[in-house]
């Protein structure tokens, strides 16, 4: 059973909220990928903390994640100790290893990379941060400012110890948002610079030798693959410098929109495990934010999912080990209660 605490409150209609409350906002929830742990974030602006916890769905609380600063083997300790400091930006290995990677401030006030239960890797001068760890387990990509600016780095996991090598060296811009393709030896990635954000692919990272995707000027962000690995999803606010819209592309075709008017979801556009639909929340104020699902082929088709919640923000989805399709949503509240504040993270299964 992947989810047994949400099945105790049959009565409660659409999604149900699974965090505690906190002075703060929670933000990014992310499923592992066989949707047994799910993450999330709660962002305390005033004080410029960001905490990170991983939740195991019936099995107590929510446990927080704190970084240690001694060693960089997978096999060192961990911190439960309370700290100022920002934890944030999960991204899991694949099941077998059952780990994740994450960001987090040092005492220096730097950015490293930490897995769980292990001290910093690769840790250098110049802050480190987006790491992304491939779905086959052997690559950690992530985005550092050692060489001056911003470039993706990559850790072989098998060779823990060995300095990262560098994917990109433009010289004018910074490289961010990578994102791994399913069979794990393909990113496409973000190239920020003066002009706008583009859109790359280096399509095997043992040879990287970046390929420019999107570039239409103004802000194209956060590029995710479908699950299949046919398909990228992305951000885009080239038509309307006021709003983003989602777009969605096959490699080596023109992309073409899905929604217009989204609100983007931190860590990129959330695709349905059969790489056929796409959910994502509408900017919409009056209806507070609702949450859709298209099919990519039909997007004028979109349908709202009857979450329940208002104030609707970061979404994921996965499907767990009982064979459903879960989402995890950060929301304001539900539409029927009495007072709505700081978001919490609300979880529903998604309908056939």
């Given at each position: ?34 949707g047994t742990r799910l ?144 069979h794990g030896f393909s990113?496409v990635y973000v190239g ?161």
């Amino acid at each position: 059973m992947l989810v047994p605490i949400l099945l105790l409150s049959t009565a409660m209609a659409g999604a149900r909220p699974i965090s505690p409350t906190y002075d703060g906002n929670c933000q990014l929830p992310t499923w592992s990928p066989d949707g047994t742990r799910l993450s999330y974030e709660v962002n305390y602006h005033d004080r410029k903390v960001i905490e990170l916890y991983v939740y195991e769905p019936g099995k107590g609380d929510p446990t927080p994640v704190r970084p240690v600063e001694r060693g960089s083997s997978m096999t060192s300790g961990f911190s439960t100790g309370a700290g100022e400091s920002v934890t944030h930006e999960v991204s899991w290995a694949p099941p077998n290893i059952g780990r994740f990677v994450y960001s987090a401030s040092t005492a220096s006030k730097d950015y490293d990379i930490f897995i769980d239960q292990a001290g910093p890797v690769a840790a250098s001068i110049g802050a480190d941060g987006g790491p992304q760890w491939s779905p086959d387990g052997r690559w950690i990509a992530f985005t550092s400012a050692r060489s001056g600016q911003g470039d993706l780095y990559l850790v072989d996991t098998h060779r823990i110890e060995a300095p990262p090598s560098q994917l990109t060296s433009d010289p004018e811009s910074a490289e961010l948002f990578a994102s791994w393709s399913p069979h794990g030896f393909s990113l496409v990635y973000v190239g920020h610079n003066d002009s706008g954000d583009s859109i790359y692919i280096i399509e095997h990272v043992e040879n990287p030798q970046p390929k420019l995707l999107v570039d239409w000027g103004a802000t194209q962000t956060r590029p995710t693959f479908s699950p299949d690995g046919k398909r990228v999803a992305f951000y885009s606010n080239h038509d309307d410098n006021e709003r983003f819209d989602l777009y969605v592309m096959s490699l080596g075709s023109k992309p073409y929109p899905i929604a217009r008017g989204v609100v983007m979801n931190a860590r990129g556009p959330t695709w349905t495990p059969d790489s056929n639909q796409l959910v994502y929340v509408k900017d919409d104020d009056d209806r507070y934010d609702p949450v859709y699902v298209a099919p990519v082929m039909a997007p004028d088709s979109a349908q709202r999912l009857a979450t329940g919640t208002v104030g609707n923000g970061d979404v994921d989805v996965v499907r767990g080990t009982d064979g459903r399709t879960w989402l995890a949503i950060a929301a304001q509240g539900r539409d029927s209660d009495k007072v709505k504040d700081f978001k919490r993270i609300y979880v529903m299964e998604l309908p056939k």
